[in-house]
């Protein structure tokens, strides 16, 4: 009984919980609906007979790196013409409900659905999410209200459009809708956007320009038909005619044939617009951070990272460089990126001779678009092997190579395979130059060396390395094979010319970046630019690629004396890169303070008569040249390239002969021991010519050499051609066996003949006085004559001196001067033999 009893007070409390719940509730909805009340009465229902006297207000103002240059305001002479509804396309108001809001004829102003999907989506985070607006609620938006986002603006938009549509025949509404919508850059407005992308009026668009038209607006300069996203352009009017198609507005033979059409873009016009690639760039990037009411509407101010002076100076050297090409080369086209690698700031972006050009698709930013890159790409490949133990001085072989697995080492397919698979690469002049350094095979940019590296480094770890630098359109890497080395894959002049910076800056990556600051209308700092620095690669690899791509000496075979390349006095790091049938050339060079990259080619790919320096190069070396004068002409630090040769394989270390190796004293000519110095220390390598695989197990470069080298399925193809050719020249090289290995060990470099040296003064049982000069003076009783020493007080290096030893100090003048201080003398006897001495002296303090 007691339990039922405690039942039924639980439901009644419940009941009750449930009723204060209800009351609440209720009282939330009086209150809101109070409110709605009160903002329907205080809201004026908008002119709309005065459209046509709305000027645009608070433009977004695009400035250069100072913020007192104007690049691009985005209103500037803003091209809009008013018409009746009756001269607007059937195919432009159907398309435009089509996309925007289907049930416009239907609803009230505003859709409950939509507008509660957009409301628990914003506010939860679930769902799919969308602004939910309709066309009635785009224009109040883009008219009558600011483009503060807030809870406040969303209901007076609602309110708004709700009365506008009780006010307005919905013909009226989709009339100043389509009268007023932005269409890109200065373009607002149906009647100025047919005339400007099809030079006709509004009333005479196809369907399929129609879709297209409706398509823009969604993101103005992401989907211009000027700009690199044509392909997202025809997407989506395709959806548009696929939306029309479901709505019944088209029937499917209307559908196929818009689909279909072929729709030409008359050339766009000229604006008043500096540096118009970068300025594009800058919007687009702003539009798809902010969206395009914002950047459209708000009032932006937006400090870009971009040098004035050098944007103009690059513009004039694509511009004379591409003409020149045009008529030496048949390269119609040029580009150009220059970057700070300290803070991945954009200081010019050139993305063609002439955004204005029709004739070459001038406004095709050729800076973000993607092309093969040629032997461009090469240092990223070297720059893992450096990762992985290989040096400039190991050599590889510039001979006739097969490196498909399916052909035998000459080229030819085995019985059922394709031939059309086999993979023999070539160079430029046909020649084949026998054993090279990976130094020299960078520098002169020689293809089968390279293609060789990549598969000892590995295509995964390579393509890491790149991407880790900066690349970001290689994608999956198991689309490629070792044909991208010498430029299989697409990637563009801008991440290029950002990876490239990683090397100038000894391994740390700064993100490129083109904005330095954004402010709201009220001068609110919306961005700025911070520092966001990633060591991606060992600054000694990275110096170590700069000390080859700056090596004027070991490109010389391939560029000659002084090409291009060079800058007499400034130590520049360069590449080339040249494609197949010269579609593309390539110079991307860097100083620790700059790096510039230069495209140049046809955008249509249409082959040139040269490629690499002979067309890029003129272009990089004015502008180089230029840039030089303002930026600082620093050095690179020189890599550490000591290797200890007792500890490092032969094969490693440039010695193509062979990979077992004895050592020599060249004083005693007998075999070295541990106590025989460096000095005089000469290797032996015993002949025994092998490919490198032979030698070294590319799973582990360092380790020691494989037990079954020929399982690796390039060994034959690197060993039969490197047998070959040892057999026609190995006459022209010493033969070193095994039996001229000295049986006598080094007896000049011993124990017993180092120096002996004792300290005389100062004396270890005196105390000395501070300010009073001390002489040094030793005593040396060794088997060969002293040479040098070197003098250490306290752990400090103090000075190397030669007999007669005349040196002193005063006590005072020492930086940590001690009661009792260690004095150490290293010394060198005439036959490189070197011993320690150890002593102190006391100074009164």
């Known amino acids: 009984m007691k339990e039922i009893f405690k039942k039924l007070k639980k439901l009644y409390q419940n009941k009750k919980l449930m009723k204060n719940m209800l009351f609440l509730a209720a009282g939330i909805f009086i209150l809101g609906f109070g409110t709605l009340i009160a903002l329907l009465a205080s809201l004026k229902i908008p002119d709309f007979h005065s459209f046509e006297d709305r000027k645009v207000v608070n433009s977004t103002q695009i400035y250069d790196r100072t913020g007192k240059i104007l690049l691009y305001d985005i209103h500037q002479d803003v091209k809009r013409t008013d018409i009746p509804f009756e001269q607007m396309s059937p195919n432009i108001k159907n398309a435009t409900v089509a996309i925007e809001d289907a049930e416009f004829y239907n609803h009230g102003g505003v859709r409950v659905s939509s507008t509660l999907r957009a409301l628990f989506s914003n506010l939860l985070h679930i769902g799919i999410g969308g602004g939910g607006s309709t066309i009635t609620q785009q224009l109040v938006k883009n008219t009558l209200l600011t483009t503060n986002r807030s809870y406040v603006r969303k209901i007076k938009e609602w309110v708004l459009a709700i009365k506008i549509d009780n006010s307005m025949p919905k013909d009226k509404i989709l009339e ?42 969604q993101s103005p300069t992401t989907l211009s038909p000027y700009g690199k996203n044509k392909a997202k352009l025809d997407e989506r009017k395709n959806l548009v005619l696929s939306r029309m198609l479901t709505l019944k507005f088209i029937t499917q033979d209307q559908y196929t044939q818009a689909k279909n059409e072929v729709v030409g873009f008359i050339p766009q016009a000229t604006m008043g617009i500096r540096a118009p690639h970068f300025v594009f760039w800058i919007k687009d990037y702003l539009e798809q951070k902010y969206g395009a009411d914002v950047v459209e509407q708000g009032g932006l101010k937006v400090t870009t990272t971009l040098d004035a002076n050098l944007q103009a100076q690059g513009e004039q050297f694509v511009k004379d460089g591409a003409l020149q090409n045009e008529k030496d080369w048949g390269g119609s086209n040029a580009g150009l990126v220059a970057i700070d690698p300290k803070t991945g700031q954009i200081l010019s972006m050139v993305g063609s001779r002439n955004y204005f050009d029709k004739d070459i698709d001038g ?36 001979l006739p190579t097969e490196f498909q697995t399916t052909c035998d080492a000459y080229g030819k397919a085995f019985p ?22 990976l130094r020299d095979a960078l520098a002169q940019s020689i293809n089968i060396p390279a293609v060789q590296l990549f598969y000892l480094a590995g295509l995964p770890d390579s393509l890491k390395t790149a991407e880790d630098m900066g690349i970001t359109t290689l994608g999956n890497i198991g689309q490629y094979g070792l044909t991208l080395v010498i430029g299989g894959g697409e990637v563009s002049l801008l991440d290029m010319t950002s990876a490239y910076g990683v090397f100038a800056n000894d391994g740390t990556k700064n993100p490129y970046t083109g904005i330095l600051e954004v402010q709201d209308l009220n001068g609110k700092i919306l961005e700025q630019y911070q520092p966001n620095p990633q060591e991606v690669l060992p600054k000694n690899t990275a110096l170590t690629i700069s000390d080859v791509l700056s090596d004027e000496t070991a490109r010389e075979p391939t560029f000659g004396v002084h090409s291009v390349l060079y800058l007499p006095g400034k130590d520049v790091a360069v590449k080339t890169g040249t494609t197949n049938n010269n579609k593309d050339a390539w110079t991307i060079g860097y100083t620790p303070d700059i790096v510039v990259g230069v495209w140049a080619g046809n955008n249509d790919n249409t082959p040139m008569k040269k490629g690499g320096a002979a067309v890029a190069g003129p272009i990089w070396n004015k502008f180089m040249n230029e840039a030089l004068k303002t930026i600082p002409a620093e050095s690179f630090e020189k890599p550490d390239l000591e290797i200890n040769p007792t500890l490092v394989k032969p094969a490693l270390r440039g010695f193509w002969q062979g990979g077992e190796n004895f050592f020599i004293d060249k004083i005693s000519g007998k075999l070295a021991t541990p106590n025989t110095p ?57 033969v070193v066996t095994l039996d001229q290995k000295p049986t006598a060990l080094d007896d000049v470099h011993t124990d017993a003949n180092k120096p002996k040296v004792s300290v005389i003064s100062p004396d270890s049982t005196m105390i000395h006085l501070p300010g009073k000069r001390i002489n040094l003076q030793i005593g040396s009783s060794g088997t060969f004559p002293l040479q040098k020493i070197d003098i250490f007080i306290n752990g400090i290096y103090m000075e190397t001196e030669q007999p007669p030893f005349d040196f002193s100090f005063t006590p005072l003048d020492l930086e940590n001067l001690q009661d009792i201080n260690d004095l150490k003398i290293i010394s060198y006897d005439t036959m490189h033999n070197k011993s320690e ?4 002296f006391k100074v009164s303090q």
């Open 363 to 398: 406004n095709y930013n050729i800076a973000t678009a993607t092309r093969q890159p040629g032997s461009s790409f090469k240092p990223f490949i070297y720059a893992t092997a450096f990762n992985k133990g290989f040096t400039p001085d190991t050599v590889l072989f510039d």
């Open 416 to 437: 059922g395979h394709n031939q059309s698979d086999c993979y023999m690469p070539s160079d430029y002049d046909g020649k084949y130059r026998g054993p090279m350094s």
């Open 837 to 840: 001495t150890d002593s102190t």
């Open 678 to 734: 460096m000095e005089t220390l000469e290797e032996k390598v015993v002949t025994n010519v092998h490919s490198i695989l032979y030698w070294v197990d590319k799973k582990n470069i360092l380790g020691g050499a494989p037990s079954n080298p020929s399982s690796d399925s390039q060994f034959n193809h690197f060993e039969i051609p490197i047998q070959n050719w040892w057999a026609q020249n190995k006459y022209k090289y010493p």
């Open 176 to 217: 100043a809708y389509l009268n007023e919508i932005p269409y890109g850059g200065n373009i607002y407005g149906i009647e100025a956007a047919s005339k400007n992308y099809f030079n006709k009026d509004a009333a005479e668009l196809t369907l399929a320009e129609a879709a297209y038209l409706a398509s823009i607006p």
